[in-house]
C-alpha cells in the first residue's frame, strides 16, 4: 500500500513557541473550550504578521522570531484567562489542564498524566520530550543551559498545542472532512470521484476522517501515527502483497493502539532487514535523528520521528553495542 493513502494530508498546524515566568499556578481555570478560542484568536493575530513573508524565504533567526511571538501571545492568553495574570508556572499548568479534562469527562484511557523524557547528556544544551495523555509528542525548541528549562522548554509548547487543540475549528466536522477531502485531491492530483471507495488513497483518507469525526485533529493525529509507522516499516507493503484491502488494514489498526509489542516487531523487521544489508539501521537512524532534531527545534508534533528513532535503537540494541547513541 503506498504512503499516499495514508499520509498525503495538509499538514495540521502545529503550536508556536514562547517564554513564560515561572510562578504558582492557579487552580480555577477557565473552561477549555472558551481558552481554546481565545487563544486561537491571539494565535491568529499574531499569524498575520506573517501573512505577507514568504516561509521560503525567511532564514531561520526569523522563523524562530515569529514563532516565539506566537507562542508567547497564546500562552499569555492562557494565562489571563485562568487568572495567572500573564504568569504560570507552564510544568504545573500543563499537568493541571489535563486533569481538568479527566474530571470533566474527556475519555482518557490511560489516565491525565503527563510524562516527562529527558535525553541524557552531561553538557548543555540538554533536550527534553513531553509525552500528552492521548500520546502526541513535543520537545524542547530552545537552547537550554539546565535540563528543569529543557522540561519548562517542553512543556510550553505541549501546553500551547494542548490549548489551541480546544477550539471548535480543531474538530472534525462534515464541513471539516469535504475541505481536507478537496484540498487532498487538489494537492495530489487525485480523483474526486473516488473519495466514496475506500479501497482507494483519497477513499481511505476520507474514510479515517470519517471514522474520526468529532474528535480533535491533535487526536486524529495521534492515529494517523499508527499508519505513518506502518508505511515506514514496509507493514502496508507487505499487507498488500497479501491481498489485504485497505478497509480491511484501517478497520484494524484504527483500533490497535500503538505499545510495545507493536515496536518490538517492527524492530525484529528491522533486524532481519539488517541480515540482507548490513549497517541499514544505522544509517536509517542517522535520518531519523536528523529529523527528530530540525522537527524538534521547529516546534513540531514529534511523535511519529521519536517512535521511529525508538524502534531503530531497540532494533541496534538487540546486534549491537549502544554506546554511540548516547
Known amino acids: 500500500m503506498a504512503s499516499q493513502d495514508f499520509t498525503r494530508q495538509k499538514p495540521v498546524p ?39 513573508q514568504d516561509p521560503i524565504q525567511m532564514n531561520d533567526n526569523k522563523a524562530k522570531t515569529v514563532l516565539k511571538e506566537a507562542v508567547d501571545a497564546v500562552v499569555n492568553s492562557f494565562a489571563k484567562h485562568t487568572q495567572g495574570y500573564g504568569r504560570v508556572n507552564v510544568v504545573e499548568a500543563l499537568q493541571e489542564f489535563w486533569q481538568m479534562k479527566q474530571d470533566r469527562g474527556a475519555d482518557l ?26 500520546g502526541s509528542c513535543f ?26 487543540n480546544e477550539h471548535p475549528s480543531r474538530k472534525i ?25 475506500p479501497n482507494t488513497g483519497i477513499g481511505a483518507f476520507r474514510f479515517m476522517l470519517e471514522s474520526n469525526k468529532g474528535r480533535t485533529m491533535l487526536e486524529f493525529q495521534e492515529l494517523m501515527t499508527v499508519f ?38 517492527m524492530a525484529l523487521d528491522w533486524i532481519a532487514r539488517e541480515q540482507e544489508s548490513p549497517s541499514i539501521i544505522e544509517r536509517e537512524l542517522e535520518i531519523s535523528e536528523r529529523e527528530l532534531e530540525n522537527a524538534r527545534l521547529a516546534g513540531r508534533e514529534l511523535r511519529f520521528f521519536k517512535e521511529k528513532r525508538d524502534i531503530l535503537v531497540l532494533a541496534l540494541s538487540q546486534i549491537g553495542p549502544t554506546d554511540s547513541l548516547a
Open 14 to 52: 502545529t503550536a508556536r513557541r514562547g517564554m513564560l515566568a515561572e510562578h504558582s499556578p492557579r487552580s480555577n481555570m477557565a473552561d477549555p473550550t472558551s481558552i481554546g478560542s481565545r487563544s486561537a484568536q491571539a494565535m491568529a493575530a499574531a499569524a498575520m504578521s506573517m501573512r505577507h
Open 109 to 134: 484511557k490511560n489516565g491525565a498524566l503527563v510524562v516527562y523524557e529527558s535525553q541524557p547528556s552531561n553538557a548543555p544544551p540538554y533536550v527534553c520530550f513531553v509525552s500528552l495523555p492521548g
Open 139 to 164: 520537545g524542547s525548541f530552545q537552547h537550554c543551559p539546565t535540563k528543569a528549562e529543557a522540561r519548562r522548554s517542553a512543556a510550553k509548547i505541549a501546553l500551547m498545542n494542548s490549548v489551541f
Open 173 to 197: 466536522s462534515d464541513d471539516f472532512i469535504e475541505r481536507a477531502v478537496r484540498d487532498a485531491c487538489a494537492s495530489f492530483k487525485g480523483n474526486l470521484d473516488e473519495a466514496d471507495n
Open 228 to 265: 505513518q509507522l506502518l508505511h515506514w516499516n514496509g507493514s502496508l507493503k507487505a499487507m498488500r502483497e497479501r491481498n489485504c484491502s485497505r478497509q480491511e488494514v484501517l478497520s484494524h489498526y484504527s483500533h490497535r493502539a500503538l505499545d510495545d509489542d507493536m515496536r518490538s516487531q
